[in-house]
């Protein structure tokens, strides 16, 4: 069981930078996610999806894209990469009901310098 | 004020003791809470859900009350295995996750 696979596992971009976060899952679950995390501040919603076509915005969007245009795949686009985007993210399903397990993927660690 | 708020740590206890976790959730229509335990450089992963009447499994005891808004979790005996990050996690009526920032936990043998 693949899980939530997210690609790339480390990342290095340069200011001004854009590139794409990868995330899968193969549970068909209906609801998805992205956090990032940095020291002390806990994981932050950066947006999410309710299903295919359906995105939101969560705490922290600014700075990021999504799409869902499958219920498999949720990649995250950075636009323009700053230093204030060195973080880790992860990548979150779950079947959507309130009382139901999320699962991660292993995360990216992404710097830009 | 932070939505959910956490005993802010670290815990440094022998192998064998027990140690309380606290968590304040602000959002009185909070729906459904759960601990997740975090490794080192790992993901989040789900410790155990938390339910009114309190629940156990095994050495982890966790209990919820929604008048105070508080939650916490006990682990018994302790394991050097049990050394990580403990999270506070608040579901809403969005079905959104809303993460405390985590309190550390080490073992000592």
């Known amino acids: 069981n693949a899980g939530v696979t997210q690609t790339p596992k480390f990342q290095v971009l340069k200011t001004g930078q854009s590139m794409t976060l990868q995330c899968a899952q193969d549970m068909n679950h209906e609801y998805m996610s992205w956090y990032r995390q940095d020291p002390g501040m806990g994981l932050r919603l950066i947006h999410y999806?309710?299903?295919?076509?359906?995105?939101d915005q969560g705490e922290v969007p600014n700075g990021y894209n999504v799409s869902r245009s499958t219920t498999e795949d949720f990649p995250l686009r950075l636009l323009s990469a700053a230093p204030s985007q060195t973080s880790v993210y992860f990548c979150?399903?779950?079947?959507?009901?309130?009382?139901?397990?999320?699962?991660f993927g292993q995360g990216t660690r992404l710097t830009v310098v | 004020r932070k939505e959910v708020e956490q005993d802010p740590g670290p815990f440094n206890v022998p192998e064998g003791a027990t140690v309380a976790f606290n968590c304040t959730y602000s959002n009185s229509a909070s729906q459904s809470f759960f601990w997740y335990r975090q490794d080192c450089r790992k993901e989040p992963k789900l410790l155990m859900s938390v339910y009114s009447s309190g629940n156990e499994d095994g050495r982890f005891t966790a209990q919820l009350n929604r008048a105070s808004q508080y939650i916490s979790l006990l682990i018994r005996d302790s394991k050097l295995s049990d050394s990580a990050t403990y999270l506070c996690?608040?579901?809403?009526?969005?079905?959104?996750?809303?993460f405390g920032s985590g309190t550390q936990l080490t073992v000592l043998p």
């Open positions: 996690v608040v579901k809403g009526s969005a079905r959104q996750l809303t």
């Open positions: 979150a399903s779950s079947y959507g009901q309130s009382n139901t397990e999320a699962f």
């Open positions: 999806s309710v299903g295919a076509g359906i995105t």
